[in-house]
């Protein structure tokens, strides 16, 4: 006789329990075990319990290799699905087995549990296990698959419900409610004070400051005070929400005149825009990607969008500062350049229309296109290649958590043709068309933030905060993938000959990068080295860099004066012509600008079953190794935190986004 001890872990979300029977089936090398009901005295699977239980065979079954898991039901009670976390096995030689599970389980399933070290497959060997992955492949792929609904962008995957997802990616029961409780709170203020669905204009700035009475930051609140300095305006190229667009500029563009004369006021005296230029103090961003896009009609009028540049100068006190603003790509005598000693609403509204510009750049490209649909190509290719027991899906599937859901709700009412981005300037097509052209230039590289911030010449400029705490974490996280994947890939040779690895890299290279080789991206892999740099890219886009550019919306956003999505009337063609009543007349209206705040408010809110990076609540790797290097992951963030708590006390205008503490381990909102 031996005896198999099993310790049987259920979740502790809400309804993880189940009063149904819960049966096991043993398979190892030498045999099966009988069919065993896990049956204690009392109550068994409570919600976030684990019960211990033996299951008796007549001979040791050898290596364990699966525990199948089937679920009866008692009497005549309606399903209860049940959450099975996790199943540890003894075996009679002293053995302790991890098998995980981490998913729902119905009636009239059965479950195979694979346990044990990861394993990559071409060291498979046992015939019952083989058959296993193949089959745990062939279901995913059947059911996760992929959609083109724009031969331009990256494909998405197949649902178009989140009833349609399975259980174990859907939000939690408290995420859900959550969310419906911060739309409810948000609308019931607005509805209250009568702003939705008004279109009257705002009568003075001052009274934007009533939208919200009890949702504010440190932050929102400096950006209200602050949103007209021009020190101020700089400073959130580099550390807002968008610090993906401003270069070093070496070269003034052909197409944007600024004179000698014009800026000398601005530089240090006795300086030259020339001399300056040279010692590596003129920025410039350049929207020329929105150039010539149809804009979108609104009441039957054209709504204006202007594809301008804006050269920042960095002063002595090293403050980045705007200098010359142009509103359209050709000069002409009706696209003149707006400088700060201009009338105080002309350069205020230059300077509107280039954050107008820049918002919807952000929206849709760095943080729609470059974040969340790409980490769907991830997450769908990671589903579809890698069998639960790959060391590389233990590695990733942290990383997709909540992602289709949340993209699946995202595509209808964010940036949907009816989404509240379809209010825009550039409005849903315009938008989409935006979407595209970035994609057909986007590059590795580009997602890569060492060689994206050399390619910008932006190494050295002071008080880059994203820059700074973005560095350490791809440092950090590079260090760690490369501790992962150089302990399970020992050779070359051995990426090149896991098939499921290239198939992964194929599927995203294919349905991701539209097999644009252009791009630097590559179909397959040939070394350990290339399989870190992807990996540790992939890491990083879907915390830190998402956290970069969603968390501030808020805080950068609320304040729709600082920049907005909508601006009703055309940019300013001459000097001398404005006044704070053109300002309000050009912001959208009162029920737009509600709109557009609440949104900020839900994309930028904090829920409570959030995971940072670095967590790994669920458990999947059983051999030693990498749970320390996991352990020593987390150390490491954990000091770059503090660091990044300890500077912040001493600025201003605090950088938190970067945080480790403050980054989800995937895209979840």
Known sequence: ??????????????????????????????????????????????????????????????????????????????????????????????????????????????????????????????????????????????????????????????????????????????????????KRITGAELMFKGLVGSTQQWESIEDMKQIFWYKKTTMSEYVTEHWKEDDFYGYQFLNAINPN???????????????????????????????????????????????????????????????????????????????????????????????????????????????????????????????HLLAEVFTVATLRSFPQIHPLYKLLIPHIRYTLQINTLARK??????????????????????????????????????????????????????????????????????????????????????SELQEWISEIFTHGFLGNEASGFRGCFKTVKEVIRFITMVIFTVTAQHAAVNNGQFDYHSWVPNGSLLLQKPPPTTKGQSSMKTILETLPNVGETASFAAMAWTLSEKYTDVVPLGSYPEERFDEPAPKQMIKEFQAKLSHLSEAITTRNFQLKAPYTYLNPTEIENSITI
């Open 1 to 182: 006789m031996a005896e198999y001890k099993l310790q049987v872990t259920t979740g502790n979300m809400t309804n993880a329990g189940t009063f149904d029977h819960i049966n096991v089936t043993l398979v190892g090398t030498e045999g099966e075990s009988e069919r065993t009901e896990l049956d204690n005295f009392g109550v068994d699977f409570k919600t976030g319990t684990t019960g211990t239980y033996t299951v008796k065979t007549s001979s040791s079954l050898g290596t364990l290799l699966l525990i199948k898991v089937e679920k009866d039901p008692l009497f005549v009670l309606p399903e209860d699905e049940w959450y099975c976390s996790k199943i540890v096995a003894t075996t009679p030689e002293g053995d302790v087995i991890l098998f995980p599970c981490y998913r729902w389980v119905s009636r009239g399933e059965l479950v195979e549990l694979r346990g044990g070290r990861a394993i990559k497959v071409f060291e498979e060997d046992n015939p019952v296990l083989i058959e296993c992955r193949k089959n745990e492949l062939t279901f995913r792929k059947s059911f996760y698959q992929w959609e083109i609904t724009d031969e331009r962008l990256p494909h998405s995957s197949n649902f178009k419900q989140t009833s349609e997802l399975p259980a174990e990616i859907c939000f939690s029961m408290s995420k859900v409610m959550e969310i419906q409780y911060t």
């Open 245 to 371: 667009v401003i270069k070093r500029c070496l070269e003034l563009p052909p197409n944007f005149p600024v004179t000698e004369d014009m800026v000398k006021l601005f530089l240090k005296e006795g300086s030259s825009l020339k001399k300056e230029m040279k010692k590596g103090n003129i920025f410039l961003c350049d929207f020329k990607r929105l150039d010539g896009i149809t804009n979108k009609l609104s009441d039957g009028d054209s709504v204006h969008v202007t594809a301008g540049l804006c050269l920042f100068y960095l002063n002595p006190e090293n403050n980045l500062t705007p200098i010359a603003i142009q509103l359209h790509q050709q000069p002409s005598e009706q696209n003149p350049i707006f400088l700060p000693s201009d009338q105080e609403t002309d350069w205020l509204l230059a300077k509107m229309f280039i954050k107008n510009a820049d918002f919807m750049l952000h929206q849709s490209v760095y943080h729609f296109v470059n974040t």
């Open 413 to 498: 009412s964010i940036f949907g043709a009816d989404g509240i981005l379809s209010r825009s300037s550039l409005g849903y097509e315009g938008l989409t068309e935006v979407m595209r052209r970035s994609l057909s230039e986007l590059t590795y590289s580009s997602l890569c933030l060492p060689e994206n911030i050399a390619a910008r010449g932006l190494e050295s400029i002071p008080n880059f905060y994203y820059r700074d705490d973005g560095m350490k974490l791809w440092n950090i996280i590079n260090s760690f993938v490369d501790a992962i994947v150089e302990y399970y890939y020992t050779s070359d040779s051995e990426v090149q000959e896991d």
